[in-house]
Structure formats: C-alpha cells, structure tokens
C-alpha cells in the first residue's frame, strides 16, 4: 500500500536519529520532574483567601468540676453515722462502672475489705473514689473543642488538624507553615481554673491572653513572619472570646451563692429605727437564715441581669453573653492535614496530576517542528518532487507523512502517562482505559497542526518560526504552562478555541475528579478529532510538492 510504504520511510529516518528520539522522550519528562520538585504543595489548587489556622490538638479535657468537689468530701469528711450501709450501698451499685477499670476496682476492693463495722471510714473513702471515678468517666466537652468550633465559625477562617508536633515542626522549620498553634494536655484544666477569685489563674496579661498559663504554645520561625503575626492574633481574639465569657458566668454565679452574701453581710451596716432609737447594725444580723442569703442572693443576681439588660451576665460562651446568634456559614470548617507527596520526588503529590498532562499536551504538538523540518528536507532534496511524479495521491502523500509522527506523538503520550504512574505515582483515575482515546484525539489534532505548518513553511527558519510561535503562544493561553482553574473566567472560555485547551478539560476530568463525566470526555475528544480533521483540510489545501 503506497500510504504504509511512505509511512515506513519516513519512520525509518525518525527511528535513524536515536538521540532526538531519546530527547523527544526525554524532554517532557526533565520538564515534569524540574517543575515537581520546585513547585509548592499548593500548585494546581484553586487560590483559597481564608486564613490557615494549623492547630495540633493534645488536650485531654477537664473532669466535671461539681462531680470531682463531692468526691474529694466524700474523702475529706469524716464518716458519719450511718455511712457504713449507705456506702456499702453506694459503692455495690457503682462497682459495675468500673469493671473496666482493673486497677481501681482492685484498690477499691481493698479498702471495702479493711472496713468494719464498728470503723467504716475505709468503705466511706472508697466511694469518695468512686464519685471521683464518675467525675473523670463523665467529662464536660474539652475547652479545646469549644476553641475550634469557635474558629471554624469565624468568617474568613479555616482551621487544619495536625496529629503530632514533631509534624508540626517540622512544616514550621521548613516553612511550610508559618506557625502551628498547640493545645497542650492540661489546656482543659486551666481554661476551667481560670477566674477573677484569688485563688484562680489569672490568663490575661497586657497584650492579651498569656498562651503559656492556658498551656498553648504557638510554634514558629524566628523572625516571626507577618503570618505568623496575623494567626497568633486571630489565636488571641478566639481565646477572649472563649475565656472571658467563662470567667464573668463565674464570677456573676458567685454573687448569688451564701457564701458571697455571708461576706456581704459581714462588711454592709444597715442603719434602722427601733422604738425611736437608730442604730446601726451588720446585715448578717438580719439575714439569720440559708432562705434568707439565697433570696438576698438571687435578688443581687436579677439587680445587676437588670442594670446590663443588653448581657446576659449567665452566660458561658461569646454568643451567650452578648446576647447574639453565632455566625454561621462564614467559616470553612476543618480539615485534616495530610503531607502532599512522599519522598524526595514528593511521588504521590497533587501537583503530578496537573503537571504530566499539561506536559503531554504541550509537547505532542512540539512535534511540529518535528515534522515541518522533514518537509522542507524532502523539499530542498527533491523527494516531494518525484513522489509528485509517481502514481500516487495528494491524500496518500499528506497521510503517508502523517502516519509515523502520529505514532511517535502517541508513544510519547503513553510513555508520559506509564513514567508519571511509576516513577511519580501519579494517579491514573477511575477509569484509566479513558485515558486512551484521549491520547488519541490529542495526538490527531497535533499532527494535523503539524502539518498545516509543515505544507506552508518553506524554510527550516520558517518552520522554526512558525512553529515555536505557534506552539509556546497556543500553551500559554489554553492552560498548560498555567493551570486553566487558575487563569480569569474569560481567559478559560477564550482558550477553548485552541485544541490543547480540551484536551485538558478531558484530562483535568479524567485524572483530578474523583467522579468523572464521561459525556464530557467524551465531547473534548470529538472536538479534538473536529481540530485535526479541519486542520489536515487546510494542509491538503495548502500542500506544495514542488
């Protein structure tokens, strides 16, 4: 057949040239791996203007504080009378929860079996232990927790979850992050301790919240970045916002308790009239009993909830004590740190799947330059001119040329597709024999460009320039040297007037969307076997033998 006989030449003196063959396969691939390595974790991904909080979560929560009070009474006071069968009791109805528990229950039969029943303070400290046990099996939500849901619903905001702070320091050191927050073990515990009373902690100091005395350390690089800066702030704002409420409902809890009326009474005088007489007496005197001081006590409670009607001076949390509905919707949620890519290649990295297809369209139609310096070779040879003479075709001419660098672009394109699975982990989607049509398409409407330009230039120069022009303008607009999710709307929708533009589409469809359109694909291929059709019509037109 004369098109496979044309075909078999011109393959030949491609397959001659050993070291442009090892080039053309080479080239791409030196590309793919220059970029992988030089390129950030976050190329290929949409730019995301919310601020990155990375936190590391150690916090190991706080027991319940009235639960852990009345277990060490329990332990503190003496027993009373009675207390034996009461704790016996007590204790038979509790042991059940703490049969996970192997130590305890072991510590807890021995103090039962020392008890007797004339000196029951053995089995009386046991179920202060056992009230204690309840205290730490029933934990009120970690004061982290509220922390984090407090940043995730801060507009703007979006919070990452690292496991361990050795990862942490390490992103930290090579500057991957520019600070990590850290909730220590006892973050729970001092958030709890914390209050305005003489024997809380005090967490404030004159720039804010002291991390330190909460247990939160912000890791970063020294100089501190303006980055840095920025999230130790947004890290300050939400601790205010998480431990101030607290301490005012605490606070303002205690004005109503007998204890804070018995102080009260001790120190107020109250001046009264009796049978003529005036005198001055401490209100104690007048409040002789708890219904008294409790009354006293929600009375100061609902005169002060009065005087600030616009607080709501119970209240434990920001939204609560401002008298305001959280935001919600503003804040993205969090996420789970996972590193991106493996090994010094990063193999598995997100940026392959982006970088091996965009390569593999920019270089399929580098095999213009390929073809169009054969054309002007047979040209200046003569060859063109006595296969014009010889019984054959225009068409069987154009396809016989045609033929050997379509088979070399759609080795190259399979070659790039095996060396990213292998060497750079590269994903192949959920249907990889997709993949093959594409290259296909891709590969067609390549080779009819590289033949339109062939047919016109005249000169090895004018190949050069044609095609470089051609070649480097057309991936600059359709997205492969930029990635397409990342250039302007418009520039998305102009690009698809170039052939390299749907073929990423159907890659980016292929290879990134975990459920693919299949239609989709399939309409870019169409488009692309649409390209080289048109684009081998204009090379038939434009043919010159002579």
């Known amino acids: ?64 504080p009235v639960a852990f009070r009345e277990g060490m009474a329990w332990l503190a006071a003496p027993p009373l009378p009675g207390a034996h069968a009461w704790s016996g009791l007590a204790f038979q109805r509790a042991s059940q929860e703490m049969e996970r528990d192997a130590q305890l229950h072991e510590g ?16 009386f400290g ?84 002291d991390l330190r005395t909460l247990d939160v350390t912000f890791l970063h690089k020294e100089p501190q970045s303006a980055a840095a800066a ?10 205010m916002r998480v431990v101030l409420p607290w301490m005012i409902g605490r606070a303002f809890e205690k004005l109503g308790q007998v204890a804070f009326i018995e102080k009260l009474g001790s120190r107020v005088h109250v001046t009264v009239k009796f049978l003529g007489a005036t005198r001055k007496i401490r209100l104690e005197e007048l409040l002789t009993t708890e219904e008294y001081k409790r ?20 209240g434990q949390t920001w939204a609560s004590l401002t008298k305001s509905d959280p935001k919600l919707g503003g804040g993205a949620g969090s996420s789970t740190y996972r590193p991106d890519g493996s090994g010094v290649l990063k193999r598995g990295a997100y940026r392959y799947q982006v970088l091996v297809p965009s ?29 014009q003479a010889a019984p054959l075709y225009r068409y069987q001419i154009l396809l016989g040329k045609l033929l050997p660098t379509y088979l070399l672009s759609v080795t190259q394109g399979l070659f790039l597709l095996a060396a990213g699975k292998l060497i750079f982990d590269m994903r192949w989607g959920p249907q990889p024999l997709w993949l093959i049509p594409v290259v296909l ?9 590289a033949l339109l330009v062939a047919s016109l230039a005249r000169s090895e120069t004018q190949v050069a320039l044609y095609g470089t022009l051609l070649v480097l303008g057309l991936a600059f607009v359709s997205g492969c040297i930029w990635p397409r999710d990342l250039m302007p709307e418009e520039a998305q929708k102009l690009s698809l007037a170039t052939p390299h533009a749907w073929a990423l589409e159907a890659y980016t ?13 399939m309409t870019a291929c169409t488009v692309l076997v649409a390209f080289g059709v048109g684009f081998l019509l204009l090379a038939w037109g434009a043919l010159r033998l002579d």
């Open 126 to 209: 046991a179920t202060g232990l056992m009230v204690l046990h309840r205290a730490n099996r029933t934990p009120r939500e970690p004061w982290s927790a509220v922390v984090l849901r407090d940043l995730e619903q801060t507009g703007g905001i979006r919070v990452e979850m690292i496991e361990t702070i050795a990862e942490a320091e390490r992103l930290v050191e090579r500057r991957e992050r520019p600070g990590v927050l850290v909730f220590g073990p006892q973050f729970s515990e001092r958030v709890a301790q914390s209050s305005f009373l003489a024997d809380g902690i005090n967490p404030f100091y004159r720039d804010g919240v």
């Open 230 to 239: 920025i999230i130790e702030q947004v890290a300050q704002v939400s601790l």
């Open 509 to 521: 469809e292929l290879l990134i969307n975990p459920r693919p359109d299949y239609g989709l694909v």
């Open 295 to 314: 009354e006293v006590g929600d009375g100061v409670k609902r005169a002060l909830q009065e005087l600030f009607p616009n607080y709501n001076l119970t």
């Open 359 to 387: 390569s593999m369209v920019m270089f399929a139609f580098f095999l213009v330059l390929t073809l169009g310096w054969l054309f002007v070779a047979e040209r200046r040879q003569g060859t063109l001119r006595r296969l």
């Open 1 to 64: 057949m004369p098109i496979w006989i044309l075909a078999k030449k011109d393959l030949r003196l491609l397959l001659r040239d050993t070291r442009a063959l090892v080039v053309l396969l080479a080239m791409p691939f030196a590309f793919i791996l220059v970029l992988g390595l030089a390129l950030g974790e976050g190329f290929g991904h949409k730019p995301d203007d919310r601020l990155r909080v990375s936190i590391v979560n150690l916090d190991r929560g706080s027991i319940d």
């Open 441 to 449: 398409s891709t590969s067609l409407a390549a080779m009819g460009m």
């Open 108 to 123: 807890l039969s021995l103090l039962t079996a020392t008890a007797t029943p004339g000196d029951p303070s053995p089995l």
